[in-house]
């Protein structure tokens, strides 16, 4: 039986200035040391999501459940301990005035003894391979890097989930695949949950789950085979199929047939090899 | 209007102790017309070349041609703002240069400077906006209450109300959703075919320079590592993986079958359809044979 | 020019004087701007000459940058030079031509006045130079520790200051890019009559002060998810050590204080 770690009940937003719900009576779970993706094109209401998860906003009614506590203004302290966020653009979350500083900064607001900081700050940045950087400052870092640096200040704090707020959307190939690699090792590593609010379909593609965001509302939740075998439903809704989809149905417009939709090019590869025999 | 780069170099910080080399011996020719994508990794001297396009900044050395304007090292050039005007660049983050109050004093901003007149810069923006997918009724609001997306096509609707007949895209799609890209990317293409703007992109993405380009530059260290047709570029593959660069996802998976199956294909294929159509043939014609 | 401009600057080197703790710096900057009014007389403006150029000397900070840098500093000097020379009238009068008088009081005040602004500036750049500017914030965030008893709001004015710093190569690059865009669309940021200059800046600093709201906004939501709730119950990271180098140099003060005190006339 998979255990709850985080789970919204019928949760609902508004922004003060706009008339439509941001978020519409979302009701789901999110089980521990899974991965999930969150997508939706810009405006579907999930990075409202991330905000509401970690207590920056709470909603206009309904209830959200983190680590067992419920989320309201008397635990959303606790709450942040155990869960940590990445934000999408890399410099406007970067405090400190050099890497250490950076990553020291939430240690320094739960009240962490030095001697204990300085243990952690090392530990968190060989985690993320940053540790020839402890002195550097900002600017000269890499997008990459940088969000690196973040993944590193919230390892520090020992949380059990890690929320990307579409935190590889401003990166080039090189700093998405960088973090992304960093954040599956750790995950591998720590048991951590990590919640990916993104519209990079590659990267949900990997995920365990997928949750498909649109109007704020969720529209579907599933597996990523469920979830990308709605095809041209999703390219409606503003997203994107894998490439690996894409491929499977261009060969069944040529007439080959094929048993399910393929999420990575080996299996597809592999498929076409076999049917040569087969024919 | 065609552009060539001949033996540019360009030095930051020349004879200062901070002197830094990034662009060396760059020679690449943009004849009228051509939709050139310009790649390389993150430092690699792509955005230096970018600012020789329309005369941001002047080489150290060598010698940038913009239509009939020679732009030359170690001398004073002039007339610059002509060059400018013919040259638009929409920059990374286009949205950050908005500033004016409304969408449409934002638009006529550029064409204005560059001399035109008010009302012949207004029907301007109004062509420019639809290009650009926005409806008029967006013209008197002020651009800082629009959504991001729409601030990104006002940005890109005041470059394109200035004239250009050459546009420089500097990752034109950057932090945009799935259709998002595809839009701006296909109206780009559209207008490049339609009105034969000179198109260069300077992207990251093997996809789009695969889709889009006639011609590929590929920046590495400051120099010009190779140049070509997408054919040509993505049909040597491993020099671009030595490079650390990608590969259009179609030439990849290309790549895989062609091991697996333990021969080759008669080419490379640049697109889904053409490759599933050779696949499916050569698979047919293996039962036959 | 501003590439050449060293005050405010800072210049990493191995020197006795960079790994001195801030907070003994700050005591001393201070003290010597008090002490040097004591001087009065050639040999107290001596002592605090050789105790200058001692200092730079442990500095390590090459002579020719200093030159360089304090080049557009010296033109002050010498104007604060001329003005005493010529205003201050006492003692005999030395040299007269015309309507230009010059007392041997003007030249004495003259050289005294300018020689203490010279001084002056040479120690406080002399700060600068070997500390950098996160070092100075922690110095003064301890050093004003005392002030929180009276409500001063020390903490967060040490934060302000070192997030500032944080974001000023963040803040540079952003000009030169906005600049660049504005450029290509038609502005003139460097010719033309100032009126139209003027004008040319305004496209220029609201975007610059958008984005700045922009990123102060995403900050604040980043602290605020990485635990920020004010000084409350904080620790830090950042730690000062005060070595026997720093008293060494305090006490290097004080005797220069006594000297000045029973030289001076």
């Given amino acids: 039986m998979k255990k709850s770690i985080v789970s919204l009940k019928e949760v609902s937003f508004q922004y003060d200035d706009q008339e439509r719900y941001a978020l519409n009576n979302v009701t789901f779970d999110i089980f521990e040391g899974e991965w999930l993706a969150i997508v939706g094109h810009n405006g579907s209401g999930k990075s409202t999501m991330a905000k509401l998860l970690n207590g920056l906003q709470f909603p206009k009614s309904g209830e959200i459940t983190v680590c067992g506590l419920p989320l309201n203004e008397e635990t959303i302290w606790d709450i942040r301990k155990q869960l940590g966020m990445v934000f999408q653009n ?190 | 209007m065609d552009i060539s780069l001949k033996s540019v170099e360009y030095r930051y ?181 339609e009105r034969g703007l000179s198109t260069i992109l300077v992207t990251h993405s093997m996809e789009d320079a695969a889709r889009y380009a006639d011609q590929i530059v590929i920046m590495q260290q400051g120099r010009v590592a190779k140049k070509g047709t997408p054919e040509e570029i993505f049909s040597e593959t491993a020099e671009l993986i030595q490079m650390g660069l990608d590969v259009p996802e179609v030439v990849r998976f290309q790549l895989k079958l062609e091991e697996k199956l333990g021969s080759k294909l008669d080419k490379i294929y640049l697109s889904i359809e053409e490759l599933s159509a050779a696949v499916s043939e050569r698979l047919k014609r293996g039962v036959r044979s | 020019m501003m590439e050449k401009m060293i005050f405010g600057r800072y210049v990493p080197a191995d020197s006795v004087i960079h790994k001195m703790d801030p907070r003994s710096k700050l005591i001393i900057i201070f003290f010597f701007v008090c002490v040097i009014f004591l001087a009065n007389n050639g040999v107290t403006y001596a002592l605090i000459g050789i105790y200058t150029f001692l200092m730079l000397g442990f500095s390590k900070i090459p002579i020719r940058f200093l030159y360089g840098g304090l080049k557009p500093i010296i033109w002050l000097v010498l104007f604060t030079f001329i003005l005493q020379l010529f205003f201050t009238k006492g003692g005999s009068l030395i040299f007269h031509w015309g309507p230009v008088k010059i007392y041997e009081e003007g030249l004495k005040m003259g050289i005294f006045i300018s020689l203490r602004f010279f001084f002056l500036i040479l120690m406080t750049s002399l700060l600068t130079l070997t500390t950098t500017p996160i070092e100075i914030t922690d110095g003064l965030e301890t050093l004003l520790n005392p002030l929180k008893k009276v409500r001063f709001p020390v903490h967060e004015m040490a934060l302000m200051m070192s997030i500032s710093l944080r974001f000023i190569p963040t803040l540079m690059q952003e000009t030169d890019k906005i600049m660049k865009a504005q450029i290509a669309r038609g502005v003139e940021f460097a010719s033309g009559p100032l009126k139209e200059r003027i004008k040319a800046v305004i496209p220029l600093l609201i975007p610059l002060f958008v984005s700045s709201f922009k990123r102060a906004e995403e900050l604040a939501v980043a602290m605020e998810a990485r635990g920020y709730r004010g000084g409350e119950g904080r620790t830090k990271y950042r730690q000062l050590s005060w070595a026997a180098a720093d008293t060494v140099q305090i006490v290097l003060l004080v005797v220069l204080t006594i000297l000045l005190v029973l030289l001076r006339s």
């Fill in chain 2, 13 to 193: 910080q020349a004879n200062t102790p901070f002197e830094r080399l990034a662009i060396s011996d760059v020679s690449i020719d943009i004849p009228s017309g051509t939709y050139l994508a310009l790649i390389g990794h993150t430092g690699s001297g792509k955005s230096t070349v970018l600012q020789h396009l329309n005369a941001l900044l002047q080489p150290t050395e060598g010698t940038v041609l913009i239509g009939s304007q020679e732009i030359k090292a170690h001398q004073k050039n002039k007339n610059l703002k002509a060059v400018r005007q013919k040259v638009g660049i929409v920059f990374q983050f286009p949205e950050h240069q908005l500033f004016e109050e409304t969408v449409e004093k934002d638009i006529i901003f550029g064409p204005m400077n560059f001399g035109v007149s008010e009302s012949e810069a207004k029907r301007r923006a109004r062509v420019a906006l639809k290009q650009v997918g926005l409806g008029e009724e967006i013209l008197e609001k002020s651009p800082f209450d629009l959504s991001g997306g729409q601030m990104r096509r006002v940005a890109i609707a005041g470059v394109l109300a200035m004239g250009p007949d050459v546009i420089v895209l500097d990752e034109p799609t950057a932090g945009l959703d799935p259709r998002g890209r595809k839009e701006i990317m296909d109206m780009f293409y559209s207008l490049h075919k």
């Fill in chain 1, 90 to 279: 890399p410099d406007n979350q970067f405090v400190g005035t050099t890497v250490q500083d950076d990553v020291a900064f939430g240690l320094e607001n739960m009240g962490v003894p030095r001697i204990e900081m300085v243990h952690r700050v090392e530990d968190a940045l060989k985690k993320v391979k940053m540790d020839q950087f402890l002195y550097q400052e900002p600017h000269h870092l890499s997008g990459g890097q940088k969000q690196r640096v973040a993944i590193a200040g919230v390892l520090a704090l020992r949380p059990a989930i890690i929320i990307l707020d579409e935190a590889t959307s401003m990166l080039d190939p090189r700093g998405r695949e960088e973090v992304l690699a960093t954040v599956r090792d750790l995950k591998a590593e720590k048991q951590l949950t990590v919640i990916s609010i993104t519209h990079d379909l590659d990267e949900a593609a990997k995920a365990d789950r997928i949750i498909v965001m649109n109007k704020g509302e969720v529209y579907r939740e599933g597996t990523p085979e469920e979830i990308f075998s709605l095809d041209e439903e999703l390219i409606e809704l503003g997203l994107d199929i894998p490439f690996s989809v894409k491929m499977t149905k261009a060969f069944r417009q040529m007439g080959l047939t094929f048993t399910k939709n393929y999420l990575s090019e080996e299996e597809l590869v592999t498929e076409l090899w076999t049917s040569r025999l087969n024919l």
